[in-house]
């Protein structure tokens, strides 16, 4: 980046722009610089999954915000905080710091696959960067703003996950708005996204879903619901590959509260429900933690009933598959999300061979991932073992959203809400996020010309954006 000058606000991403995966963004105002986010792109290993690092002098970095846990938000942090020349302090709210703490641990784990020393060489970093880094990491409360050095940022409830957070942020009167992954539709866990009470001059929003709309949920949950319960009826197998925490959570009660209204049927084990993770019973021991940091709903069920309602009645974890009976119909949460490796790419290849099982994909699949091959329903899949050996894929493949993203409607109903005259796309691939940007264009097209015109950007990674901000005033 050119030094700016005293009135130019610039934007860099060094990932996760006209992409989904590796987010990491970079703004500059009046000498002050500000990270948002320091993500790893799932569909590549070792130092090809980190966003463009040596593209920015790390040393200059005032303040590292994380939105959330998710890996292409948070997992190459501790390269970030011990192996380059970042110096910065670090934020993110409660339960996103004490999910990361055991969901890298794991993510070290399996990424530490190497055995030769050169393949030893592409971990990012070890378990000791971790704890190291752990120790560092700064927390804040929803609502409460933080003034490091003149910069000034407060933390809003996001939806999404469990800590998800929006990050408003104010450098001399200049505000900007930064979403992360958000959600607007009310949950059966979380809060949804809030609009903050101060205006922002910028809006930094992800773009995942482009123009594309949602079916209502309650639709989505009768079809999940129905869908599962025919394939277990004609003695299938149903894998859902989840990403071990954030949206597993949201369909295990989903399926929890199910299975109690069909107990006849499938209760007492006639038709066991899995949640196998390395990390299922300390994830859900967090979850169990952090009831008071969700919606209104759950916690007057946990007020009512006096037990946890992340405590599950029908719901059993497995650590891994040696201590799985594979007897009989069964319905699998199994990490990782998009079947890369791991439990859920092992159960993948034992299962799809069968025409009467099925995989069910609920979350975001991103492009060079096996989740988003398989839902091409290719004839045979690559064997992870041995990429030589191909295995006949027969089982259904099926696709419903729990992703929690905002759909169009729900983005540009927020969008207008935020009413920022600069809005900056990010985490989306190019064609969702290009279809994004016309439809916002031609919504506010009204404006052009006037002093509300809407500038609307989608840049690629390592693209500056420069916005000159003259009347920005310090007043208050
Ligand atoms: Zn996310």
Redesign the pocket.
């Known amino acids: 980046m050119e030094q700016p000058s005293d009135t130019s606000f610039k934007f860099l991403s060094l990932g996760g722009s006209n992409e989904v995966g590796r987010s990491c963004h970079v703004l500059q105002f009046k000498g002050k610089t500000v990270m948002l986010d320091t993500g790893i792109h799932p569909a590549y290993q070792g130092l090809a999954s980190l966003p463009f690092y040596d593209e920015f002098d790390l040393s200059k970095i005032d303040v590292l915000l994380i939105s ?1 846990f ?1 890996l ?2 948070a997992a190459s942090l501790p390269y970030v905080m011990k192996r380059t020349n970042f110096q910065g302090r670090v934020f993110m709210t409660h339960p996103t710091k004490a999910i990361y703490r055991w969901l890298l641990r794991d993510f070290v784990r399996v990424t530490s696959i190497g055995t030769t020393s050169s393949e030893k060489d592409e971990n990012l970093y070890t378990d000791e960067d971790l704890a190291d880094s752990f120790d560092k990491i700064e927390t804040i409360d929803y609502h409460s703003t933080m003034d490091v050095n003149g910069i000034k940022f407060t933390a809003f409830h996001a939806g ?2 469990l800590g ?1 957070a929006m990050f408003q942020i104010e450098i001399a009167g200049l505000r900007v708005l930064f979403t ?2 958000y959600s607007r539709e009310m949950d059966r866990h979380l809060n949804s996204a809030e609009v903050p009470p101060l205006p922002s001059d910028v809006l930094i929003v992800e773009s995942t879903f482009g123009t594309a709309t949602h079916e209502p949920r309650l639709n989505r949950e009768k079809k999940l619901t129905q869908l599962i319960h025919s394939t277990v009826g004609r003695g299938g197998r149903v894998l859902m590959p989840v990403f071990a925490l ?1 949206r597993a959570q949201e369909l295990m009660l989903i399926l929890d509260e199910y299975w109690s209204q069909h107990a006849d049927e499938l209760g007492s084990g006639q038709v066991p429900i899995y949640y196998a993770s390395n990390l299922a019973k300390k994830c859900m021991s967090v979850y169990q933690t952090y009831v008071n940091m969700m919606n209104d709903d759950i916690r007057k069920k946990f007020r009512d009933s006096q037990t946890n309602p992340f405590i599950f009645k029908h719901i059993s974890y497995l650590k891994n598959l040696d201590e799985f009976q594979d007897f009989g119909p069964s319905v699998m949460l199994a990490s990782p999300g998009m079947l890369q490796n791991g439990l859920s790419r092992d159960l993948l290849e034992k299962w799809c061979p069968e025409d009467k099982n099925m995989v069910l994909i609920t979350g975001y699949s991103v492009e060079g991932t096996m989740a988003k091959y398989i839902m091409l329903e290719p004839e045979n899949i690559p064997s992870i073992n041995n990429p030589d050996v191909s295995i006949p894929r027969r089982c259904q493949i099926e696709e419903i959203s729990f992703a929690a993203h905002v759909d169009f409607q729900e983005n540009i109903e927020f969008i207008e809400k935020i009413s920022a005259n600069n809005v900056i796309l990010v985490h989306g691939e190019s064609n969702p996020m290009g279809r994004l940007k016309s439809a916002l264009l031609s919504n506010f097209s009204s404006l052009k010309g006037t002093e509300n015109e809407v500038h609307v950007f989608n840049p690629r990674n390592c693209v500056e954006v420069d916005l000159e901000f003259k009347g920005i005033k310090v007043a208050k």
């Open positions: 959330h998710h292409d938000h999404h996950v998800a992360g992954d954030g």
